[in-house]
């Protein structure tokens, strides 16, 4: 699998965050929503940011754990399935296009305010020139979006400074006068405003240092338009009278006439305009990765995810989202968009499922960079919030959702199952509970190979060793000469020895001097004769191994054998041994291990120092002639 070139930084992941939820949200939606909750208004953007935050601090962790274009979608199938997976990404990928269309519609709208224009030969214009740019290359696209989105939070700072001192309190007065059951039912009306924060997750396999980049760009671009939000609300809700903002669509501006008169409409207008172009060129970005993710996953059919040779841009991804958007510009977008919101909360509730399977199925390759605080309360907590807040959506949104939702199951039930059986961190999970033969151990290798990639982890010769080499997994408890039978019995084909022979000299090392290194840990090393052979077994024994007197609970053991030759080998062998053991929470992750696999990939995934130099003399055991 190829992957994505690297090349975006803090400054990027910020910008592509905050302006793909500074667009509709902000300078659309407030009048349609004042006219739902009243002034209480502030309070559903300032809710709906508080439940986005629940979700997006899961999101950072499953995406540190797993930066792979797809987002949300590579996660989710990875925790619950390749089913549920498709169905939230082809929903993120229709829900992000649909907005970044939608974007395009509100851009021409206002545009139409400074100038006339046509608005869909704007409209389409725009899109296709987003393409291009998508095309083009990630870091050429984030580089616009850095101007565009550093351009706007200016304008907007500009209105809050001159907008609190003409807040008339007055127009606060009822502040909740539909009920609270009004205030929730909004919460779900501009929940989509926070949606674009999940772009971020799409294009993490691009971002350098994903394990630091991705959660503080998400947490900072969030908390930063959370405050924009509600601050502006509060202040456009406060200058304008109910008659005036309610069902408005152009409620920033109107605020900002209320300002500062013909020039502030103009600026704001223009804010706008910088807003809806973040938006639409984030989310093209961000919505071609779920289709590349799917065709890699072969959810899809696989020239949807064919790269450029020269920028490793996913092009054709990029065109099919592109001919999406440039559809749906043409389309009556309200309810699609209360369907986006809905769309976006589902999201949400399943990457927090997401966490706790993950993390309750114990794989050893699931280590994210940033975990999410207070586990698991901040997870239940969100997807019981998000829970209440789609009930008390309309049944519109509902049926939108629904009929998406069966066109994703169908994609997946008559094409991508009869691919691809992909093992789930959910099957690990019921294993732990029923039949351990439900799992076959190639979730934890590829969570391994994603690790290697973002940690940028090159294999030495200890770690080819260990991929090849002999790996014991028994019950016990057993005394020392019964052990080392079923270690020979397992290795004398290996070595071409008989395993009476091997069993001798591991009973004479141990006489000679004892290879315990620890309560827990031993270490025989014996030299045969021969030239080049080096040879690692790996054995843990659950109820322990009776050494001696002093040593009865030997539950990790490290055989290292070879010819004389080999004695740089054994050397560093030792050394590598020895870091893992040292490594913090060794114990409890060697006990934990469900099996040779586990156990194999806790030591590849070990954060030991690797002698690179010498990574090309590892290999096959090569026995004495």
């Known amino acids: 699998m190829t992957q994505l070139k690297q090349g975006l930084k803090l400054v990027h992941v910020f910008c592509i965050a905050a302006g793909a939820m500074i667009s509709s949200g902000l300078f659309i939606l407030p009048g349609l929503a004042h006219s739902q909750a009243g002034p209480a208004v502030v309070f559903s953007y300032l809710l709906a940011g508080l439940l986005a935050s629940v979700g997006v601090l899961s999101v950072a962790e499953l995406a540190t754990a797993m930066p792979k274009a797809g987002g949300d979608y590579f996660f989710i199938s990875r925790g619950m399935g390749a089913g549920v997976g498709t169905v939230a990404g082809l929903l993120s990928w229709f829900s992000l296009s649909l907005k970044s269309a939608f974007a395009l519609v509100g851009l021409t709208a206002f545009a139409q305010l400074i100038v006339p224009v046509n608005a869909y030969v704007t409209a389409v214009t725009l899109a296709l020139l987003f393409v291009g740019l998508n095309l083009v290359g990630v870091k050429e696209a984030a580089r616009l979006q850095v101007t565009l989105v550093f351009g706007l ?4 700072i500009f209105y809050i ?28 009306l501009v929940f989509v405003s926070y949606g674009g924060v999940l772009k971020i997750a799409s294009v993490a396999e691009e971002t350098e240092n994903p394990g630091r980049t991705i959660p503080l760009g998400m947490i900072l671009s969030l908390a930063s338009v959370s405050l924009m939000y509600t601050v502006m609300v509060f202040v456009t809700s406060g200058v304008l009278s109910a008659d005036v903002l309610d069902g408005s669509l152009t409620p920033i501006s109107d605020g900002a ?28 970005m961000a919505a071609s990765r779920y289709l590349l993710a799917l065709s890699r996953d072969r959810q899809l059919p696989s020239g949807l ?29 309200k309810i699609l968009v209360e369907a986006a919101s809905l769309v976006f909360m589902l999201s949400f509730m399943l990457s927090n499922a997401s966490v706790i399977v993950l993390r309750e199925s114990q794989l050893q390759g699931y280590r994210p960079k940033f975990k999410a605080p207070l586990y698991p309360w901040l997870q239940i907590i969100g997807i019981i919030g998000l829970s209440f807040v789609i009930l008390e959506m309309g049944e519109e949104a509902f049926l939108i959702s629904a009929v998406l939702i069966l066109i994703g199951f169908c994609t997946y039930w008559f094409y991508g199952r009869k691919r691809v059986q992909r093992e789930s961190a959910l099957i690990h999970l019921i294993q732990r509970i029923t039949a351990k033969e439900l799992a076959d151990g190639s979730l934890e290798t590829e969570l391994r190979d994603i690790v290697h990639q973002r940690d940028q982890i090159v294999a030495d010769a200890f770690d080819q060793l260990i991929e090849g080499g002999l790996v014991l997994d028994l019950d016990g408890p057993m005394p020392r000469d019964a052990f080392f039978t079923q270690v020979a019995e397992a290795l004398g084909p290996r070595l071409s020895m008989t395993p009476e022979t091997l069993k001798q000299r591991f009973v004479a090392r141990e006489q000679e001097s004892s290879t315990v290194l620890g309560p827990h840990l031993a270490i025989p090393h014996i030299v045969i004769e021969g030239e080049k ?21 030997v539950k990790a053991v490290f055989f290292l054998i070879g010819t004389r030759d080999e004695r740089n080998r054994h050397l560093r062998a030792l050394s590598a041994i020895a870091q893992i053991a040292m490594e913090k929470g060794f114990d409890e992750r060697w006990l934990a291990a469900k099996g040779t696999t586990d156990i194999r990939n806790m030591l590849l995934l070990s954060n030991r120092k690797r002698h690179q130099q010498d990574r090309t003399l590892a290999g096959p055991v090569v026995t004495p002639s």
Not at 153 to 156: A, E, H, I, S
Not at 162 to 188: C, K, M, W
Not at 260 to 281: I, K, P, Q
């Open 533 to 553: 052979v080096f040879d690692v077994v790996v054995a843990r024994v659950r109820k322990g191994i009776r050494f001696s007197d002093n040593a009865a609970q």
């Open 153 to 156: 939070f200016g304008l907007m």
């Open 257 to 284: 006439n209320a300002i500062m008169g013909r020039a502030g409409r103009f600026a704001l207008s223009t804010a706008a305009v910088l807003a809806f172009m973040t938006t639409a060129n984030a989310g093209i």
């Open 161 to 188: 400074i001159r907008g609190v001192p003409e807040v008339n309190i007055q127009h606060f007065d009822p502040f909740v006068p539909y009920g609270l059951p009004a205030v929730f039912s909004t919460v779900g």
């Open 305 to 333: 995810g064919r790269l450029s040779h020269r920028t490793q841009i996913p092009y054709v991804s990029v065109l099919a989202t592109g001919v999406l958007v440039v559809l749906a510009v043409f389309i009556k977008l």
